[in-house]
């Protein structure tokens, strides 16, 4: 369950990036229900921003902002704000998670208006493996089925080996 909530927070992150709307607003929509049911939501947006913010560093992001704390969330390495954050949200330090959210949101939002690129996720470019298959030893299958009294089959072991 917190697994589909987290990728709805982080689906719900991305949509407010790509509509060049400010992310903070997700942290804020999400934020009511932290300690509740629902904190999947948070973590999940939480954790798309801070994966986002690493791409962006990844592919060169820097941006000279007015915003000294944004300067410095940016060029703070993706592993160390995670440590942060996740150590401010063990400690319920919510004053640090804010500062922290409003920082990254700050620097998606200058990186999605002005290098939207930059959160792009670079595609790897690997050559086809060429693989043969020249032989295969000859094999044998056994199979066991137990069954309960009115003939159901209750579990079954298939076991392959090679004949020798």
Not at 7 to 25: C, E, F, H, T
Not at 38 to 52: E, P, Q, R
Not at 97 to 123: K, N, S, T, W, Y
Request: with cysteine; charged share 20%; proline share 5%.
């Amino acid at each position: 369950m917190s697994e589909n909530l987290e990728s709805l927070g982080a689906a719900r992150l991305m949509g407010q990036l790509n509509a060049r709307q400010p992310v903070m607003d997700v942290f804020r929509e999400f934020q009511k229900d932290l300690n509740g049911p629902n904190a999947a939501l948070f973590t999940g947006a939480v954790g798309k921003a801070l994966t986002m913010l690493s791409v962006a560093q990844g592919n060169g992001a820097g941006l000279g902002s007015p915003e000294k704390l944004v300067d410095v969330i940016i060029k703070c390495p993706g592993y160390v704000l995670c440590i942060e954050m996740n150590r401010a949200l063990a400690n319920n330090d919510f004053n640090v998670i804010f500062q922290l959210l409003r920082a990254v949101a700050g620097a998606l939002d200058a990186i999605a208006l002005h290098h939207p690129e930059m959160l792009r996720q670079p595609v790897a470019k690997t050559a086809p493996l060429d693989v043969r298959v020249v032989g295969l030893p000859e094999r044998r299958t056994e199979t066991e089925i137990e069954r309960d009294a009115v003939g159901d089959i209750v579990s079954t072991v298939q076991v392959e080996r090679d004949v020798v």
